[in-house]
């Protein structure tokens, strides 16, 4: 008897926490799930069956959807970032968008239809990082790191480690490189970045 | 993008000795800032611990046109020629022949964790792996992890050094061309073939993990050079951060998600993730 009595009002005081819980503007959506899923789907857009026009239009969905494009793209300016024009960062924006989907979709080939698997997650500062496992056409094993940050209740990505390279900080030594290689300027950089979008496309 | 493959992870110990030595002699100056704590991974906005960009520019621009006309074709070849399970036991014969320094890594490191696991590959890799043909120890999960002399260094304290994009053998910098030649210099395997009189061993051994290593990354580097705007700029950074986790050997010892080749199919257990506080596995990137 004790017994279904407490069983019966630990679901009453969860269904209670529950739905009192659920009001609140920052609930947050689970990590783990949200890589599994997004992970799953990258994964399956990166194989071969898929076309390449449909490839880069389902990453250009993904990232744009999915990334935290602002925060990563003011991080990959760096210092130029507070320099930079609103016209120029909004340009910068754009392109950076469509250069990311446009060079990882070719980078990321390598894992295309390979076993993905969510290890776990932890916080870090106001982020959550969400470690992953995916294996190589080689057979070997690479561990991802996903950065997210929890934004007004919905999960994005800030950043993506691959082996322990992150995606934000080699773009923002790619970029840093350009600009400093062109006396401090960032057109050279736009130039450039519309020359290599433009030309894809 | 795995750039441990890029740098053609220990190529050419031999070839490195000779080269090394050269480099001790301009080693001298930098002492100074070798006494510098190691700088992690922060890289400063304004050289990206380049200065030598120029020559380093150069000399990365010769490096491409080797690999192009030489290392490619060659690699392509040795994917084309060799069937795959041959392949399989080159690399891991080469990766046998390299456990000795890298348990010695391990031990100056103070790992004991990482140098029982090297010592028990090796044995048993030499042993019920005929001679390191096979790799057994990895069903064991016993797990393969790399180590190095400028990995050691680094975890001495030591910092890295200007970045150097060395001949032949790629993106480095002062401290681990250093200790590629400190590795190749103390290498069992070289002075058994250097004592026997049989010197050309140690080249084949090294030619032969250059292009194990180039095969296995050709599409992976093609993609990296089409699809980036600063080709150089993008491998140096890949480098710097590669090899910084590298020193933090972050990733050692991570099981597999799924055997590797084949095998019985007890699939590691899933790793718990929580972390204590105060410690770091994962290091949070710099803001």
């Known amino acids: 008897m004790m017994r279904r009595y407490s069983k019966v009002t630990a679901i009453v005081v969860l269904a209670v926490a529950c739905l009192g819980g659920s009001p609140r503007a920052n609930a947050a959506p689970d990590p783990v799930a949200f890589v599994t899923a997004l992970g799953t789907q990258a994964i399956q857009v990166l194989g ?39 016209q120029e960062r909004q340009e910068f924006l754009r392109l950076f968008q469509e250069y990311i989907v446009q060079a990882y979709s070719a980078r990321l080939g390598q894992y295309a ?20 496992q995916v294996v190589r056409n080689d057979g070997s094993a690479v561990t991802v790191d996903w950065y997210l940050v929890n934004d007004g209740g919905r999960l994005k990505i800030t950043d993506v480690y691959v082996g322990g390279v992150s ?31 433009g030309a894809a496309n | 993008m795995n750039v441990r493959h890029l740098t053609a992870a220990r190529p050419g110990h ?7 030595l050269a480099i001790i002699g301009c080693a001298a100056p930098v002492a100074a800032w070798a006494q510098q704590p190691a700088p992690a991974t922060a890289v400063s906005e304004e050289n990206f611990g380049d200065p030598l960009e120029n020559t380093n520019r150069a000399i990365f621009g010769f490096n491409q046109q080797v690999d192009k006309i030489v290392l490619v074709p060659l690699a392509t070849t040795y994917k084309t020629v060799l069937p795959g399970p041959v392949r399989d036991s080159v690399h891991d014969f080469l990766r046998n022949l390299d456990e000795p320094i890298i348990f010695a890594n ?39 992890h790399s180590n190095d002399l400028g990995v050691t260094f680094a975890v001495w304290g030591i910092g890295s050094g200007p970045y150097l994009i060395l001949p032949i053998l790629g993106p480095s ?34 030619g032969t993990e250059g292009i194990d290593a180039r095969s296995s990354n050709i599409k992976t580097l093609a993609d990296i050079e089409r699809t980036s705007l600063d080709y150089y700029a993008t491998i140096r950074s890949l480098y710097r ?42 290091e949070a990137p710099k803001k």
């Not at chain 1, 900080?169 to 790619?174: N, P, S």
């Not at chain 1, 840093?176 to 979008?197: F, T, Y």
């Not at chain 2, 401290?175 to 002075?191: C, E, S």
């Open chain 1, 48 to 86: 071969p069956q898929v076309s390449e026009e449909r490839r880069l239009a389902q990453f250009r969905e993904l990232f744009r959807d999915d990334f935290d494009v602002p925060r990563i793209g003011a991080f990959v300016l760096g210092r130029y970032w507070r320099i930079a024009t609103p």
């Open chain 1, 113 to 132: 239809g390979q076993p993905f698997r969510v290890l776990g997650s932890r916080p870090a500062g106001d982020e959550i990082i969400v470690r992953s």
């Open chain 1, 167 to 197: 995606m934000k900080v080699t773009e923002r030594d790619e970029f840093g490189a350009i600009i400093q290689r062109n006396g401090g300027r960032i057109e050279p950089l736009l130039a450039a970045l519309r020359q290599k979008v």
């Open chain 2, 14 to 20: 031999f070839f490195a000795m000779g080269l090394g």
């Open chain 2, 106 to 144: 391990d031990v100056l490191q103070a790992r004991p964790d990482l140098a029982s696991t090297t010592l028990a590959r090796f044995v048993v890799n030499s042993t019920i792996g005929i001679g390191g043909l096979w790799d057994p120890a990895t069903k064991m999960h016993l797990l393969y």
């Open chain 2, 173 to 206: 910098n002062v401290r681990d061309a250093i200790g590629l030649a400190g590795d190749g210099y103390a290498d069992p395997g070289n002075i058994i073939a250097s004592d026997n009189h049989v010197v050309w061993a140690a080249f084949a051994r090294a």
């Open chain 2, 241 to 282: 951060q590669r090899r910084a986790a590298e020193i933090r050997h972050e990733y050692t010892n991570i099981p597999n998600v799924s055997p590797v080749q084949g095998g019985d199919d007890t699939a590691a257990p899933p790793i718990s993730y929580q972390v204590a506080p105060g410690s770091s596995p994962v």
